[in-house]
C-alpha cells in the first residue's frame, strides 16, 4: 500500500500531439480536402450484339465434335457422349465412367449383403 501512495502521476512532454477535440474527424498526414475516386478497367470485356458471329475457331471446333446417347453395358444406364469424329475418341461423357464404375460396384456390393443376410435368416431358421 505505501508503494502505490507514493507513485507520482506520468508527466508529458510539452512538444506532444495535442487530444482530437470531439467533434473533429481524425485524417491521416497528407490527406486531401476532397474524395479521390480512383476506377479500375474491366478485367475482361464482352460485346453482345444479335448481329454477332462466331470466330471461326469457334465454328470449326463446334462443328467437329459429335454428341450421342449409349447404354452403358456394365451398368445398363444411358449416358452422353461427345465423340471426335475423325478418330471416334469419345472426348466427354456424362456420366464419367468413374462414376458409373462406382455405381456399379455400389450395387454388386449391396445385393451380395442382401444375399448374406437372406442365408443367414434361412439358417435362423432352422434351428
Known sequence: MLEIAGARPVERAAGGPSPIETGQAARPQGADSGPRESRLEPAVSVEVRP?????????KAAGDYRGRYVKDLDSQEIVYQVVDPGSGTVMVQLPSPQALDARAYAQRAAAARAAQSEAKEAVNRMA
Open 51 to 59: 448481329d454477332a458471329q462466331p470466330a471461326e475457331g469457334d465454328r
